[in-house]
């Protein structure tokens, strides 16, 4: 069924990487501090910070895995947009972008220093760190074995290319060049996926026939179905979606992660900083319909003009029968192979490739030309995505272990030089990654469950930290760890139906409760660590000895002055931007009830 | 910091759509588009659409340009007629 991409789409894929080094090059010569390298010096206006914020979130994960979860849950799965990112977005622009720009801090574990003390620094930064380089290198191979299988490309030609391409811009250019590319993709994700979802649409007769053709009518609803959590394909009831995907797991990721508090952390003014989520969540709140709608049509797309494999387009006849790639698949979405080419069964039923469903549409519905435009939009969301994990890891890196430990005294040039040797340490590791991830995948699902449960309480961390300022520096690491504890048990007691114990779970030996699925259960682990965490903090704050009032002074609400945002327009203030993004979202949601 | 973000981003699709709409005026007809975009030649229409958009983000350039030019003129007129 491969598709043989023509020398136009190989043209595309080549100019692109020819702006994307440009531009890489041409920021070298900005690049004169260390703040320059790794805070753009604090000078980026909104508009792009705000792209920016959104794009480095836009990698693999969301390009692939939404249009995945679009192709098994519907349009269930925008609740990730509209209850769990928007709300989260404007939290952080609004009420806690003041402290994290306000506290002149360089990076979000630095915050934490500044705030309570080293020890929870130490701990913020060394599992920040190392889960970035691990992800990085997990989305480089998934860009490997995702080339491979669509194109037939070689899998360590692509990573090693990507890799190489990657380090040479943010070497040259550090965080602007990251951001100016992340900018750029934005733009081409857009302009890659319209007219994928145009075609798509028109295929299937618009809205109303895809509604008509889901397998299932809960798919065409994003919260009709969720009183009861057996009733949504998902397996998830409100309230778990709610509190824990809404709130704590949100909130914990576009309020605490670096990598997108990075970019916001590069604008121009404290007003700029405070308006880049909100800038970000106006396209947030639409990507829904880019990444998750094709999904679902190619859940119910016709394949039969699809050709074969090693056939080329030029050969197909104009109406072939269906191909025997997608026997047993549903729509265009191919089932998974065993290691002897036939598909893979569980309980008598063909387990499907969900990770190829957007890919496939690109196939599907787009020409040799276009083609080349859809797949340089794929890749660059994976190289982005890469970028940005690049650029967080060497700024934590840099600022945050070998300044603060090894290094306390150096010149401001020997810290961009180390920020530059990060850049290569970083995306080395993260090529190893992709290679243990390849052979041993069973290390990455055990790293990204520890990851998971390290940054399910953190939210509850930063929430005091900022909001009640008789919290303390052992109250904070004491409620981290004994989060991240209440995780690990959590998940080790429960199961979702139908898994066998291990890795999903059930691994303390007897299961207290059963989920209706894995994200019910993922949810419900973030809530109790998250509760978990927030009272060890209050608990142990209240016997621990308080900062004096004036040491807090820019990082906690109470002792901080309100920004003032004077000369400008009201549409340039973030609350009223804030407020027309909520009324937006919420149209949304009932939209689509 | 560094160049207005514009002009690479415009520069970009112009080329892209340039290239697109122009392989599109050529394989009009072919068998792909029926094979894949529902008979439309998508790269034509698109490519032009793309071409559009760099070129509308290229003058966007031009236009701050002169325009932050412009503003810093008036302001100084400004401040020299309250003088």
Known sequence: MRPEPQWIDYAVILIYFAFVLGIGYVLKKY????????????SIPAWIT??????????????????????KYGIMTSNFYWIGAIPAMVFVGIFMMPFYYGSRARSVPEYLKLRFDEKTRGFNAISFAVMTVFSSGVSMYAMGKLLQLLLGWNFNGAILVSALIVLAYTFLGGLTSAIYN???????????????????????????????RLANEAMAHSWKYMANANDNPMGVEWFGMIMGLGFVLSFGYWCTDFLVVQRAMAANSMTAARRTPLIAAFPKMFFPFLVILPGMIAGVAASSQLPQAGVRLSEVPRTPPQSSFFVGGRGIIPPKYDAEGKPLLRDGKVVLDYDLATPMMLVRFFPSGLLGVGLCALIASFMSGMAGNTTAFNTVWTYDIYQSYINKTASDGHYLWMGRFATVFGLGVSVVAAYVAKGFNNILDVLQLVFAFVNAPLFATFMLGMFWKRATGHGAFGGLLSGTAAAAIHQGLTLPRGSPPGLK???????????PSEMAQNFWTAIFAWCTCFLATVIISLFTRPRPDEELRGLVYSETEKPKELGLRWYEKPLPLAVAVVVLAMALNVIFW | MGFDIRMPIGALFSVLGLLLSIYGAITRGSEIYALHSLGLNVNL??????????VGMLSLTRLRGTRSADSRNSASQESTERR
């Open chain 1, 182 to 212: 992340e900018v750029l993709q934005f733009f081409l994700i857009v302009m890659g996926f319209i007219p994928l979802v145009f075609l798509g649409l028109k295929d299937v007769q618009g809205w109303a026939g895809l509604k008509a």
């Open chain 2, 45 to 54: 229409w698109w490519g032009l659409v793309m071409l559009f958009f760099g």
């Open chain 1, 50 to 71: 705000g792209l920016a914020f959104l794009s480095a979130n836009l990698g693999a994960q969301e390009v692939i895995g939404m249009g995945a979860s679009g192709a």
């Open chain 1, 31 to 42: 690049m004169k501090t260390s703040a320059d390298f790794f805070l753009s010096g604090r």
């Open chain 1, 505 to 515: 779970g059930g691994y303390l030996g007897s299961v207290v409760h059963l989920y």
